[in-house]
């Protein structure tokens, strides 16, 4: 089994993040047609395998209050 280094892991989640940043930046204008903020497109990603709030905002490192107000929305 390949174990993976502490550099390697650094570089995955380097090369991951990057990845996302593009990705959203290249849909922002699509999600704004749409009226969608990037963050709400995460959360109605992930809502439905953590349909409460305080796990989904813990999950996606938002403030409680940021995600009582997009599930409310």
């Given at each position: 089994?390949?174990?993976?280094t502490?550099?390697?892991?650094?570089?995955?989640?380097?090369?991951?993040?990057?990845?996302?940043?593009?990705?959203?930046?290249?849909?922002?204008?699509?999600?704004?047609?749409?009226?969608?903020?990037?963050?709400?497109?995460?959360?109605?990603?992930?809502?439905?395998?953590?349909?409460?709030?305080?796990?989904?905002?813990?999950?996606l490192?938002?403030?409680?209050t940021?995600?009582?107000?997009?599930?409310?929305?």
């Amino acid at each position: 089994m390949f174990a993976m280094t502490e550099p390697d892991g650094a570089r995955v989640f380097r090369l991951s993040l990057r990845l996302a940043t593009e990705t959203l930046n290249g849909a922002a204008s699509a999600m704004d047609e749409l009226g969608l903020d990037p963050k709400e497109f995460f959360v109605l990603d992930g809502i439905e395998e953590r349909p409460y709030p305080a796990e989904l905002a813990r999950s996606l490192a938002m403030p409680k209050t940021t995600m009582t107000s997009y599930v409310k929305a």
